[in-house]
């Protein structure tokens, strides 16, 4: 697992080996935790979905070295940062929204259990189907116009309080919303 080192305001977090690191704010407020089903994802974790945490970039500090390389994704928009010695993947920048991505095993326990999953984004390329009640998204739940990330993050998380007739008629014809 990657280790943890604190500072007064910032957590770094790094990968296996150590060779690449980035910091997170310790008062950084998540725009989402939950579970991608991508391909892309897949593949590079080498597992059926990833955990993760989604951080406005103003909240994370990364300055890629020469170890760290750049994973190939489908999606021009998507960079996946990874530790070119231990392979651990690092974290992930989202372009449209401006969002870095960080693996949830990326955090200490304590921020784990303070952020819980609370959805499951590209669920119609699931390998594994899982039953634990939270809303499913066929893709990842688009922005509106001007909406910025954090507003999004408010409205899916509202949403997905709310149950699921509130998805649906927000994402009608949109997002497909699977209650497993």
Known sequence: LPLHRRSATKMKLECNCGAVSFEVKDDFKPLWSGYCHCKDCRT????????????????????PNDDCGVAPSRNPDVKRYFCKKCGTL???FFAPMQVWVVPTFAFPQEVQDKNPATLHVNYE????????????FRTFPPMNEGEQPDQLARRVRGE?????????SVFAGVIAVFCL
């Open 125 to 136: 390329s699931t390998v594994l189907r899982v039953k634990d009640g939270l809303p499913k």
């Open 90 to 92: 690092a974290l992930v």
């Open 160 to 168: 997905a309080r709310h149950g699921r007739l509130c998805l649906e």
């Open 44 to 63: 590079v974790t080498r597992m059926p979905l990833m955990a993760d945490i989604g951080i406005n970039k103003d909240e994370v500090t990364f300055e």
